[in-house]
């Protein structure tokens, strides 16, 4: 095998172990969200909160421009994230 080969499996292995930690830390995310569904339940306090979702999107953009990734990706990305998990605690919590 080339080296250039070589480096190109090696690249790929390094991605392929990222991914499977956004997905382990997605997993741990969720079990999170499933306790804090069950605690907004048992204090009787809505699920949706404008304000922490506004802020989380503003911390996770500045996170993320501060680390040199497109703003707008981030953004779309944690949209996504927490409007799952907004669905989860509508639906898996009960």
């Known amino acids: 095998m080339s080296k250039a080969k070589s480096r190109l499996a090696r690249i790929r292995t390094g991605i392929d172990h990222i991914d499977d930690q956004i997905v382990r830390q997605l ?3 969720r079990e999170l969200v499933l306790e ?3 605690l907004k339940r048992e204090l009787d306090i809505p699920i949706f909160d404008r304000k ?9 953009r500045r996170w993320g421009k501060d680390h040199g990734l497109n703003e707008e990706f981030i953004e779309v990305l944690f949209r996504l994230i927490v409007m799952n998990s907004k669905e989860m605690q509508y639906h898996e919590a009960l």
């Open 27 to 29: 997993a741990k995310r």
């Open 36 to 38: 804090l569904a069950r």
């Open 52 to 60: 922490r979702e506004q802020a989380l999107i503003e911390r996770v």
